[in-house]
């Protein structure tokens, strides 16, 4: 009775605690001790799947836990899978997984991630069966005794991450759940699938065929520009692929003018600034969504999607990083980013109200995928049906084929592409370089609100941007130098800068070409020697190289650039022995060590750097980073990791701790002694997933990428090494 009495009240405390979670828990099936276990607080092996996970829910991959993974396990990976009548489709590909993991939480991704069946992007699909019946739907979680390495350009899908895996496969466990589709559901996507045919086949005769060869969409564009009356200030050209809107990305219109929450960046002009249109759109198999500009305003202005933080997730509205609704943005729509470029987030009101032909049926910009955008209304002037625009913020046209719109609610303009886009080929401003000093580079948006933020430009060119904070008044003001053409001659006070008055010249420098992203830098004139070398380097996200105390070559894109890893090269002459130094930063938003602080991508970032010196004499390499360097770590958080998962990360309160110490004061002269200095830790091509510029580069098998013994916290470290005579 004792045995009884005490299973019934064990299995009532169980229900009443599980009735406390805020997702409900399931029951397990039981494990025998030791055993490698993969479970779900959210659903159980051999049940059902939640609808949640599905597409006619959140459309979010579930949460997953395991345990007891064989001895030696370095990595993990995980596949979603199921076995349809004509063969295999998957949804979910993960490898990379850090053996120190053991779940992945709701909407979580962790390592790097591979393509699924329904639209081969790297990303989760969730399950949405077009036929009736119930689905099987299987979950495999691998063990792995190494991490696995691709090429930057392989596709990573199912069959090619199982073959990679074959040998290094320590154990696999399974987790298998069912799910069905309502009947109900089933015929609304019948229907919808039905009338989608009929919309794409009408146009198919009209905006396919004739109306958008290329010389035709190349007219259309120039026509756009002319009739809004910017051709003075916007040219366009064509070359058979592209229409190139070129333009200084500055408007004729009031800019930050009502600005509330500043970065205190300001808009400085990019000279020919070059945005590639295609002259013949295509629908894509998926949507693309970057963190950059999707399009550009016929007044050559870049337009992005509405928010601040880098990717979107576009079937979900972010009101936390809503540029418009914190008060980012000025009357205009528009703001500078963080290379102190102007662009717009949203309806470009005032540039709208410049034009010379203001009707509905007016394009007011071009989306990088080759399809127009319009204002609020339809070109024949009707209006907008409340959900007739798609995720992207567009709708079928009988001209074009599709067509963009801005809206008074979100997402207010382009959210992400329909048609087919290189995303290799879409520009980006080039920043400013020269800031030795940081004190542009180190600007971040103050706690709480500014007032009365103007901008204001003088007779004698020179622009002003002027606000209050906390009864204090601060301001921004530059010039254009007499001296060198692109080069401009800053005065400020700024919050992030503590009300110091700070001076400067900055260059913004030609455009980057998009096709090669390595910068080919001029030789460098400040040294000499007897040997002729070349200095070639890849860095996520920053660096500078010294000889001595005398710099080389600093990093041309500001670590403050969204996807600031590049690939740099310098020529110089340099006697040995060559005492080299390097300054390595990863983009941290604060001190709690993180990026996208408060997003739905939240996270540490990872860094990583790899350099080669070639003698370009006999074009042997001299020199190459590995383990041999000395490498001090100057700055590293979050020292707890769990911080990454805050909801409101505060550097230094709770998991959010952080180690932060300035560099020796003598650390670049040829005598320091790094002899207590770690050695540079190196680490694997897979971990550091290298991305724009790394392949420009013919690497010596002896490069190696170095940095901090964890690539996820050490933020900043200056390294050392002595290059002798070969």
Known sequence: MKKFLYIYLSLATLFFLSACDDEPSVSQPQSHPGDFVLQSSAMV???????????????????????????????????????????????????????????????????DIGTNSVNNANQYAPPCS??????????????????????????????????????????SVQLSVNFE?????????????????????????????????????????????????????????????????TSSTYP???????????????????????????????????????????????????????????????????????????????????????????HYHASPTCMINTMKNQKSDAIIGWAYDGYPLYGNQKPDGSDIADGELDVCNGQADETFGYRYHTSSTPPYIIQCLVGE????????????SGDTQGIRAELKPPRGKVENLTHTIAPDGSRTMRYEYQGKHYFTTYSPSNDESGCYHFTQKTISNGGVLQTGTFCRNAQPNNHKPM?????????????HLKLEAWADNWFAAYIGDKRLIEDSIPITTERSFNAESIEFSADYPIH????????????????????????????????????????????????????????????????????????????????????????LQNNYDDASWPHATEHPFANVSPKDGY????????????????????????CRTTIEQP
């Open 695 to 718: 392949n420009e580069i013919q690497w010596n098998e002896k490069a190696k990428f170095i940095w901090g013994d964890d690539l996820e916290t050490d933020n900043t470290l200056i």
């Open 181 to 245: 589709r309502s009947t109900n559901r089933l015929r609304q996507v019948a229907k919808k699938h039905k009338t989608n045919q009929h919309a794409q086949m009408a146009p198919a005769n009209t905006a396919e065929q004739n109306l958008n060869s290329p010389s035709s969409r190349c007219e259309k564009i120039k026509h756009s520009v002319s009739d809004a009356g910017f051709e003075q200030s916007v040219s366009v050209s064509c070359d058979g692929e592209y229409g190139y809107i």
């Open 421 to 432: 886009v290189d995303t290799n080929k879409l520009p980006r401003v080039a920043p400013l």
């Open 45 to 111: 092996d051999g049940g059902d799947m939640p609808i949640i996970y599905s597409c006619d829910g959140d459309s979010v991959s579930p949460p997953l836990h395991w345990h007891n993974a064989p001895k030696g396990t370095k990595t993990y990976a995980l596949i979603m899978h199921h076995n349809a009548p004509e063969g295999v489709h998957w949804y979910w590909t993960l490898y990379n997984i850090d053996a120190a993991k053991t779940q992945i939480e709701k909407g979580q991704i962790l390592g």
């Open 580 to 667: 080299l130094n390097l300054i390595i930063k990863d983009f941290k938003q604060n001190d709690t060590g993180l990026e996208y602080i408060g997003a739905k991508n939240q996270q540490m970032g990872d860094g990583g750097f790899i350099m080669q010196i070639t003698n370009t004499d006999n074009h042997e390499v001299v020199a190459v980073s590995d383990k041999s360097w000395k490498c001090e770590v100057l700055h590293k958080a979050p020292l707890n990791k769990l911080c990454e998962n805050e909801s409101n990360p505060i550097a230094g309160q709770g998991v959010c701790t952080f180690m932060s110490k300035e560099a020796p004061d003598d650390w």
């Open 252 to 342: 004729n219109h009031e800019v930050m003018t009502g600005i509330t929450a500043t970065n205190e960046q300001i808009p400085v002009p990019a000279l020919n600034y070059a945005a590639p249109v295609k002259l013949s759109p295509k629908k894509a198999q998926t949507k693309t969504t970057i963190d950059a500009a999707v399009g550009v305003a016929v007044n050559g202005v870049p337009i992005y999607d509405y928010s601040s933080q880098g990717e979107l997730d576009i079937n979900h509205y972010d009101a936390q990083h809503d540029t418009l609704a914190l008060g980012q943005l000025d009357n205009c729509g528009g703001h500078a980013g963080r290379g102190d470029d102007y």
């Open 519 to 531: 910068r080919v830098n001029k030789p460098s004139t400040s040294f000499s020697g007897e040997n």
């Open 130 to 171: 077009k036929g009736p019946g119930q689905k099987r739907y299987t979950y495999t979680l691998y063990a792995l005794s190494s991490p696995i390495e691709f090429a930057s350009d392989e596709t990573v899908d199912r069959e090619t991450l199982l073959g990679a895996i074959t040998d290094i496969t320590l154990g």
